[in-house]
């Protein structure tokens, strides 16, 4: 089943209507409109200041369009670029603050992906002390920890090496299998046929790949 028939099958669990975006003079989201639906690893390619990252805040709420519409249904997991971590704080102290704040009986699956994500060494360690590309698993399993029904990826594997690489695309395929959307928003994105859509950001405009 192509991600086109699944999309004509079921409801979107994320969809932009008409989206418009303007930082002063300067337009930088021009009428994007597209949908997710579940189970689909949808990507967003684009050069960089192409608009990918105001998108995607768009998308989690954290910034609101001059115009248009963006619809959830279901939770949201968010992975912004730069990772949002305190560094005075460590790896466990940060999975404890998150997992009351989604509101979480237990921390056995965000301590699954720590294990999963080869980081378990760090769990004592302050941010601060931590490499960028430590710091990255750690912000991907925040925003995975709680099992959202939409992923939202703001160059998730920036940083990481070829083994982290390559578990990352492990836990997506997983997702994908338990019927959660996936949203990758990347400069490049070099695994192509992992996706089931892909579209390219040029010019505020959005156009679904043909390639």
């Keep these: 089943m192509t991600g086109d028939t699944i999309a004509a099958a079921e409801p979107p669990v994320l969809s932009a209507e008409g989206l418009i975006k303007s930082f002063g003079r300067r337009q930088v989201l021009r009428g994007v409109s597209f949908s997710v639906t579940a189970g689909t690893l949808v990507g967003i390619v684009g050069e960089n200041g192409a608009g990918k990252s105001t998108l995607l805040k768009i998308l989690v ?94 160059e998730p594997y920036q940083g990481f090496d070829w083994e982290t690489y390559l578990r990352f695309w492990d836990l997506v395929a997983e997702l994908r299998a338990d019927g959660r959307a996936v949203l990758v928003i990347s400069h490049l994105i070099f695994e192509q046929r992992r996706f089931d859509r892909i579209f390219r950001l040029k010019s505020g405009r959005l156009e679904l790949d043909a390639g």
């Excluded at 519409?69 to 790896?91: D, H, I, S």
């Design 61 to 154: 709420g954290e910034l609101r369009p001059d115009q248009g519409t963006v619809k959830r249904r279901g939770t949201n997991g968010y992975c912004p670029q730069a990772p949002t971590l305190n560094e005075a704080l460590t790896v466990a102290q940060h999975l404890d603050y998150f997992a009351a704040a989604y509101g979480l009986a237990d921390l056995s699956y965000g301590r699954e992906l720590v294990d999963r994500l080869a980081y378990e060494n760090y769990r004592g360690d302050r941010i601060g002390a931590l490499s960028g590309g430590t710091q990255q698993k750690l912000n991907l399993t925040l925003a995975l920890m709680h099992k959202p029904a939409v992923l939202l990826l703001d």
